[in-house]
């Protein structure tokens, strides 16, 4: 009798081991198909680290679904459609995974949408992807709701950039702009704003990325005697670029779209031609995951919290991770049906962190609402999956990024009002 009580001893204490085992194995692998490489590599490396930061913070909160940990197949998209459509591919049909986060860019995240996650129903979050054309699929009922971005779209930063480069003084402009969805959609949308303010524009030169020399660009933009340039492009061409613009003699004016806030595209055209150098970037209302991630982010990452990407990609992961929570397992029509759902306006308010994530899996696991407030602030996301927010207005000082202003969604309805949108 007491050899039986140890054998079953044994065995319990065995199954226990196993059982623990299992637990401690379980995962729920989310698919990132990011820009690590290429003319947006600082763009993909800096919201690829704000993800994986916010998924550690839910695991050390207690993970998902019964306890999972939040991992990550992270695939390089090397800044190009195809090779990003290869690699949603590999992860939606090989791995199964029930959501993909990226791309950065729009050029990335758009054939990801149209060629992969649509068709096949796969949740897909945009850290940074703002071309209106994303808006634009979901009215005409090609995204089948899976789309979701946590940036500003272009058709109203356009606006918040031609009313800021008319209040510098900027009202004679030429642009060079990246020949892609994205540089095309800004390039359109600040037009159409800049040209009804009062603005003139003299000549709109789109470029192909990954060029040695820009020359001819640049002095086709250098015609018309214009007050400085609109660059609209990513760090290493936009360098490129600016420095030919100055050593032909262009005015060293420049308005700047979000992804050049870069300290390398500073570094590389050098500061001293960038003291007015004036941009706009979607822009956060301050909460305390703000403060949160503000603090500890280059601790987790080496990388600047104001980096381009960071905090959309840091909400992007929350919101994934909290969703995945509330569906209770890893299938992608349960997470699309709650991404919402963890945005209840109704809900008790969470922040971003350890404690905060822990409180919020806890309210899920008690059948309770929470609603996410974000770094970027607080997030809604209309029929589209679009979010609507301020602008953060910012200038080249001293070599660095320095926020001078900020122009909310109220205040670009305004001026929309005033052009008859």
């Known amino acids: 009798m007491f ?29 990132l198909v990011m820009e690590l490489t290429g003319p947006a590599g600082e763009y993909g490396q800096a919201g690829t680290k704000s993800v994986e930061m916010a998924f550690r913070d839910i695991n050390e909160a207690g993970g998902v679904a019964g306890g999972c940990k939040l991992v990550t197949d992270t695939r390089d998209s090397q800044s190009q459609g195809n090779v990003a459509v290869d690699a ?23 054939p990801i949408l149209t060629s992969v ?61 990246v020949n892609d969805d994205f540089g095309a959609n800004m390039v359109a949308e600040f037009t159409k704003a800049y040209k009804a303010l009062g603005g003139t524009i003299v000549s709109d030169t789109p470029y192909n990325a990954k060029q040695a020399s820009y020359g001819p660009e640049v002095t086709k933009a250098l015609e018309g005697e214009p007050d400085g340039l609109y660059l609209v492009a990513t760090p290493v061409d936009g360098a490129t670029i600016a420095r030919q613009w100055v050593s032909q003699g262009g005015p060293q004016k420049f308005l700047l ?35 949160y991630f503000n603090a500890n982010y280059k601790a987790f990452s080496s990388i600047d919290p104001g980096a381009p990407a960071a905090v959309q990609g840091y909400d992007a992961g929350a919101i994934v991770g909290l969703a995945i929570a509330q569906a209770g397992k890893a299938d992608s029509a349960a997470i699309q049906d709650s991404i919402r759902k963890i945005l209840d306006p109704k809900g008790t308010v969470i922040h971003a962190g350890k404690e905060e994530f822990a409180k919020a899996l806890q309210l899920i696991k008690d059948g309770k609402p929470i609603k996410y407030e974000g770094v970027i602030g607080p997030v809604t996301f209309d029929q589209y999956g679009d979010i609507t927010g301020p602008f953060r207005l910012w200038k080249v000082t001293d070599g660095k990024i320095a926020t001078v202003g900020e122009m909310s969604s109220a205040d670009v309805d305004a001026i929309k009002a005033k052009m008859g949108n």
């Open 257 to 291: 779209n979000d992804g050049m806030n870069s300290e390398d595209f500073i570094k590389n055209v050098g500061a001293k031609y960038l003291e007015n150098a004036y941009g706009t970037s979607s822009g956060t209302e301050t909460t305390p995951s703000t403060d």
């Open 117 to 177: 996650t649509a068709p096949a129903h796969v949740v897909q979050v945009s850290p940074a992807s703002s071309s209106p054309t994303l808006t634009q699929l979901a009215r005409d009922g090609k995204t089948n709701g899976v789309f979701f971005r946590t940036i500003t779209s272009d058709a109203l930063q356009g606006v918040a950039a031609a009313k800021y480069a008319l209040d510098q003084g900027l009202k004679k402009l030429s642009i060079i702009h």
């Open 3 to 31: 050899g039986k009580r140890i054998l079953f001893t044994a065995t319990a204490a065995a199954a226990l081991l196993v059982g623990a085992s299992a637990a401690s194995a379980c995962e729920v692998t989310v698919g």
């Open 88 to 110: 949603a591919t590999q992860l939606v049909q090989v791995k199964k995974v029930p959501v993909i986060i990226g791309g950065i860019i729009s050029s990335v995240s758009i």
